[in-house]
């Protein structure tokens, strides 16, 4: 009996689907006759599965905006060409919240958004301009403003990372370095869509979205505050935009949404009270899953007694994680 | 002249997919999307090249490669992914959800120490799927170079996966060594 002994290039190029009909057939047979061989090459095949695998999340991730406009030839200064953009569509204070948070404290404070704005700016440190803009309260709320009305139009990139992905709270937390938790708002109706990595001044901030039935969205704008910056809940209404903020130790937040004050109070509430009781993500890669668990209590319990708006005691009907999360 | 829309409109379409490549050449997102930004860059610049009649992805694919090779030459230094970099790079770049992160972990460390020689065609074929004569033409060597590369890059995998080999990754052949190698499909009786 001479059997066929097949090179391991011919076996590689069979796992690949090359050779004739005839041939592969050939090889087929020759495998099920020889139960070692076949182990190496369904280890061989598996190995094409999995790099497969590995890489098929990619080609679902939205196109970087930079590389579309390479190939559309649009490659301008990107805040122009956003300026450009909204022109017609932002009201004035938007648009002036978009250069001046990049450019001028003195346009935003003084002498475009009023009296309202400037008594906040006074709360602020005396620093240099550019500073204070990327650091006071005032300049991440307008960022998480801008980052509002800049993401939710968009129909299908409006996230960077679906809210599906279950890494998306451990990457986000590790990027600015804040604990983000995946809040759940179903009970106003809201799903999480996803979340997105931004720019805030010097640093990181993150962007959560909601959404509803009616496809309505909201924002949730997080970031690593300032030391000592805390705060209670305050409300800022902008034309239809209205945002909840308030400062806790380790996390800023800002909810931002077109709806009526006493929803978006709802959330702010609800969220408010699930960073009090939701684990946060471990700031360490997650050898294993206990220093997830771990790092939950004590980042944010510290405003409960400034914080006039919300309840004092944190509800126990919070879920412990939401399921979108998943 | 500029290159046509209906060709920009290709180029845009082929983006998830050169990004893919690159990506899963350089380990690193923000690398990775400079690799597809000079890929596309030197496309427009010689849309003239493209002959419609090919598929277009292999040939992007191709100015991929060269491109990637021209980055190596000028930063010759070693690219080593230990699992960590890898975790953040998936983390940033986000996995299906589902698979088994661990075996997708193994499976990334392990090609990246693969030599480009052998990383270039595997991906390819495995990653994006190409059959061996459309990776001859995008790397511009013989089928038969293609198939004992394929091979020797799945045995050195397998090695660095069932752990036979040590740190300095002195798993495979020497390069240039796939001249030696025979014609498709022998078999030896």
Known sequence: ?326 | MDAPPVFRQRLLDAIPRLRRYSRSLTHETSEADDLTQQTLERALAHWRQFDPERDMLVWLLSIAHNAFLDGRRRDARMQFSDPSDLLRTMDAEGGSPGADVGLRLDLMAALARLSPDQREPLVLVCVEQLSYAEVAEALRIPIGTVMSRVCRARQALRRHLDGSVTEDGSAGTPRGAEGREGPPLRRVV
């Open chain 1, 1 to 326: 009996m001479n059997a066929p002994r097949y090179s391991d290039e011919a076996l590689s190029a069979w796992v690949d689907g090359e050779g004739s009909a005839s041939e592969r057939a050939e090889i087929a047979a020759w495998l099920r006759a020889h139960p070692d061989e076949a182990a190496r090459v369904q280890g061989w095949a598996r190995d094409r599965e999995g790099l497969h695998a590995a890489y098929a999340g990619v080609v679902d991730e939205p196109v970087p905006a930079h590389l579309a406009a390479v190939v559309r030839g649009t490659r301008a200064a990107p805040l122009a060409r956003l300026v450009q953009w909204d022109r017609t569509r932002w009201s004035g204070w938007r648009l002036a919240a978009a250069v001046g948070s990049v450019f001028l404290l003195g346009a935003v404070v003084g002498g475009v958004l009023g009296s309202q704005w400037a008594e906040r700016a006074s709360l602020a440190r005396a620093r240099t301009a550019a500073v204070a803009v990327a650091t006071a309260p005032q300049g991440w709320l307008q960022r998480a403003a801008f980052a509002h009305s800049v993401y939710t139009p968009e129909p299908r990139h409006a996230v960077e990372v679906r809210a599906q992905e279950e890494h998306l709270a451990r990457w986000l937390t590790r990027r600015i370095e804040a604990p983000v938790k995946l809040f759940d708002l179903r009970a106003m109706g809201f799903e999480l869509v996803g979340g997105r990595l931004l720019p805030d001044g010097p640093g990181k901030s993150a962007q959560l979205m909601y959404q509803n039935a009616d496809g309505k969205r909201v924002t949730v704008y997080l970031r690593k505050p300032e030391p000592g910056t805390d705060t209670a809940f305050r409300y800022e209404q902008q034309g239809k935009l209205g945002m909840f903020y308030w400062i806790e130790e380790k996390t800023g937040f800002a909810l931002v949404g077109e709806l009526p004050k006493e929803r978006l109070l709802a959330m702010a509430k609800s969220i408010y009270d699930q960073d009090a009781t939701l684990p946060a993500p471990s700031l360490t890669p997650p050898a294993g899953a206990s220093a997830a668990a771990s790092a939950g209590a004590g980042t944010s319990s510290a405003a409960a007694t400034v914080v006039p708006a919300a309840p004092t005691a944190p509800t126990s009907t919070v879920a412990p994680a939401p399921a979108a999360s998943r």
